[in-house]
Each structure stands twice: as structure tokens, then as C-alpha cells.
């Protein structure tokens, strides 16, 4: 599902891959994989919150997952590594976007997910998620993505 405000933001790339934001502040595109209601409206506030990201869409299935990463191109995925295929069986999280950071938003821990080799360097951000564990991960996101743009 399409944001509408991200329907509206306009997304100037500059050089480096960044957005910039109404406050010239770095914009991170993001979407959020989860099918949790409880856990996506939680989600979906602290994204609103953060200055520095952008709910682009959110996917409660594999189908929309492959749907969204195709047609928006994020930087970030929020991803719950649990969630229905939504009828499309071909798609597994090995083919994310390689320019997108992976943060597994989950109750399980990583290090127990038997597909996690199909997952290409993921940042953890364990369940329950609080606001503050939250920023942290994005703060911890962001300078990453800033490190590799400069490389």
C-alpha cells in the first residue's frame, strides 16, 4: 500500500542517493513488512516521528513486498521476517534490493531465522520495539548509508 504522502513528496536524488527533506535534512525512503495491525501502527508512528525517513508503503505479504521494492525503490525495509506469501511463491527475501538497508524488525532472533544467509548484511531491531531502540537503529542506519555514499 501507497502512502499518500508519499504519493505527493517529490524525491529529488542528489548525488550520494539521498533525498532531501522540506528542512534540507537527508530523507531515507523506507517501507515496512509487517502484518501485525498492532505492530504496523506502532511502526508506522515511529517512522512518521523520525525527521530523516519517509514511509514510502507498507506490505503485509510477500506479493506487495516484491511489489513495492519494484515500484519505489527504498533505501531502508523495516521487515518483519514472518509474514504471509500473499499467493506469490517465487520471491524470497535474497532478492531485496541490494541498495536497500535490511532492518529485521522481529521476534525471533536472527541468529535462530534459518534463512538468514538469503538475507545480505541485515541490521537486527528485536521485538518489542520501543521508541527509543527504534531511533537508535535508524541513527545506526543512517550513518551507515552516509559512510557508504562517501566511499
Known amino acids: 500500500m501507497l502512502t499518500k504522502k508519499a504519493k505527493r513528496f517529490q524525491r529529488p536524488l542528489d548525488t550520494a542517493g539521498l533525498t532531501q527533506g522540506r528542512s534540507g535534512a537527508n530523507v531515507f525512503g523506507c517501507i515496512l513488512v509487517e502484518n501485525e495491525y498492532l505492530a504496523i501502527e506502532m511502526m508506522q508512528e515511529y517512522i512518521h516521528t523520525h525527521e530523516n525517513l519517509l514511509l514510502l508503503g507498507t506490505a503485509q505479504t510477500l506479493a506487495e513486498l516484491r511489489h513495492l521494492t519494484i515500484k519505489l525503490k527504498p533505501e531502508i525495509i523495516f521487515l518483519d521476517l514472518i509474514i504471509p506469501s500473499g499467493g506469490y511463491r517465487d520471491f524470497d527475501y535474497g532478492m ?56
Open 96 to 151: 531485496l534490493p541490494d541498495h536497500a538497508t535490511v532492518v529485521v524488525v522481529s521476534g525471533i532472533p536472527l541468529a535462530l531465522y534459518d534463512k538468514k544467509h538469503l538475507l545480505k548484511n541485515p541490521i537486527e531491531l528485536p521485538k518489542p520495539v520501543s521508541h527509543e531502540s527504534f531511533n537508535n537503529c535508524v541513527e545506526r542506519v543512517i550513518k551507515e548509508r552516509k559512510r557508504e555514499a562517501c566511499r
